[in-house]
């Protein structure tokens, strides 16, 4: 199956650590990548091969992909990084989404 | 900079077609593979098709396989998804967007999205 699963939703308090996953049979032999998108806007890479962030993305975002799960982390969350993430694989000439997190700071 | 238009969108009725378009500024169009993925109201993001830079390797979502035709000029920096046969389901906005490098392959992500087109299918 190429099938990526993610919670619907993860809560965290500002300036903690939030953790959003994302499960998929073999996903660790796979490249993962993350997107953040906000409310009425276009969605944003944040994570790239793994582990990569482009540029302009804060240092507090960060990756890791091995076994069947990769993972998004953002350090130090800030009321900004409020938004649904989705994660992002490639299985044999198609490109697989999980379906969405909704990341909330309280 | 880097940017991407959509156009095209629209209301169609079921059963009928619509050709979107994207238009690419910033990079030079034709080193890069480019994407369409959809997304419906309140809902998640959806990959639709990929091409890559020569045309030579493109990929489609079961969802439209058969129904829907991705293609690309190089010549005037343009991305095109023929819809035909559309269906209610279909409906939602439509985002082009842009491959890290020429080929579609395992190391694939978008890097540069548009803003999307809204194509509504209700009869």
């Known amino acids: 199956s190429n099938e990526l699963t993610q919670p619907p939703s993860v809560s965290v308090s500002p300036g903690q650590t939030a953790i959003i996953t994302c499960s998929g049979d073999?996903?660790?032999?796979?490249?993962a990548a993350w997107y953040q998108q906000k409310p009425g806007q276009s969605p944003v890479l944040v994570i790239f091969r793994d582990t990569k962030r482009p540029s302009g993305i804060p240092e507090r975002f960060s990756g890791s992909n091995s076994g069947n799960t990769a993972t998004l982390t953002i350090s130090g969350t800030q009321a900004m990084d409020e938004a649904d993430y989705y994660c992002?694989?490639?299985?044999?000439?198609?490109?697989?989404f999980g379906g969405g997190t909704k990341l909330t700071v309280l | 900079e880097v940017q991407l238009e959509e156009s095209g969108g629209g209301w169609v009725q079921p059963g009928r077609s619509l050709r979107l378009f994207c238009a690419g500024s910033?990079?030079?169009?034709?080193?890069?593979?480019m994407h369409w993925v959809r997304q419906a109201p309140g809902r998640g993001l959806e990959w639709v098709s990929g091409?890559?830079?020569?045309?030579?390797?493109?990929g489609y979502a079961d969802s439209v396989k058969g129904r829907f035709t991705i293609s690309r000029d190089n010549a005037k920096d343009s991305l095109y998804l023929q819809m035909n046969s559309l269906r209610v389901e279909d409906m939602a906005l439509y985002y082009c967007?842009?491959?890290?490098?020429?080929?579609?392959?395992?190391?694939?992500?978008?890097?540069?999205w548009g803003r999307g087109t809204t194509v509504t299918v209700s009869s």
């Open positions: 967007a842009k491959g890290p490098h020429l080929g579609f392959d395992g190391s694939h992500h978008m890097d540069v």
């Open positions: 992002q694989a490639w299985d044999s000439r198609t490109v697989v």
């Open positions: 073999k996903l660790g032999d796979r490249y």
């Open positions: 910033g990079f030079t169009f034709d080193e890069y593979a």
């Open positions: 091409i890559d830079g020569n045309s030579g390797v493109i």
